[in-house]
């Protein structure tokens, strides 16, 4: 089976830390996602990265940066919380290249933060 | 720019009753086509996915949704919802050219089953 992992569940952080959401998938996937899931608006996308070291901005990237330092692990950073990031966010992955049968996109658990 | 809209952000329906989520897209060529489930405090599983073969789609827990290129629509049904339908759905669009793209999610639309 596919694992797309992120390392918290639930995060509860103040305002003006650093946060970072961690998230390993095991399947050797190009791509992987970051994206921010929130009552009524769906889910929008924060960044992605299509290869080690890359990265493209999503439709609401202002407060957050990422890393790509190994393809299979993909950080989101907060760098400075604020009680406006208060969301659940979705890390997901999936191939660079999409063919008929490796289309979708694969996705963890989710990890709710909380910035108080 | 390729879009999705769902048709209702809230759907109820009883125990046994038809389900029918809507979903229509928006795209200068046919794209590749998603429905996600999505349970309380988790994250998102794969119910289906049109990708330009057959027109009907079947998918897990007996949902299964019709790309209907005339009407820029893929619709989510199934025959019988079971309580354990519950949920938040979502349908979501890429371009079957593109390579490393993302997915374009729709709002989302919560399925509530009443006995």
């Known amino acids: 089976d596919v694992k797309v992992t992120q390392s918290s569940r639930y995060l509860v952080k103040r305002t003006g830390e650093k946060v970072f959401l961690e998230c390993v998938q095991d399947m050797d996937h190009e791509n992987m996602f970051w994206y921010r899931q929130d009552p009524g608006l769906g889910l929008r996308l924060i960044y992605f990265s299509y290869d080690v070291k890359m990265k493209e901005k999503g439709d609401i990237p202002e407060g957050y940066s990422v890393s790509r330092e190994k393809k299979e692990r993909f950080s989101l950073i907060l760098e400075s919380a604020s009680t406006n990031q208060t969301s659940m966010y979705l890390c997901a992955s999936s191939f660079y290249v999409r063919q008929r049968d490796n289309t979708e996109a694969f996705f963890g658990q989710g990890t709710r933060l909380t910035v108080v | 720019a390729q879009s999705v809209t769902q048709l209702g952000s809230h759907v109820s329906v009883s125990e046994g009753a038809l389900v029918l989520l809507r979903c229509n897209y928006s795209s200068s060529v046919p794209p590749y086509l998603f429905w996600y489930v999505q349970y309380p405090n988790q994250g998102l599983q794969l119910l289906l996915k049109?990708?330009?073969?057959?027109?009907l789609v079947k998918g897990i827990n007996g949902f299964e949704a019709e790309f209907k290129k005339s009407e820029t629509s893929f619709h989510l049904t199934k025959p019988s919802a079971h309580m354990s339908d519950a949920a938040e759905y979502f349908c979501a669009v890429s371009p079957p050219t593109e390579a490393g793209t993302a997915l374009i999610f729709g709002k989302g639309t919560t399925l509530s089953v009443s006995s």
């Open positions: 049109y990708t330009s073969a057959a027109t």
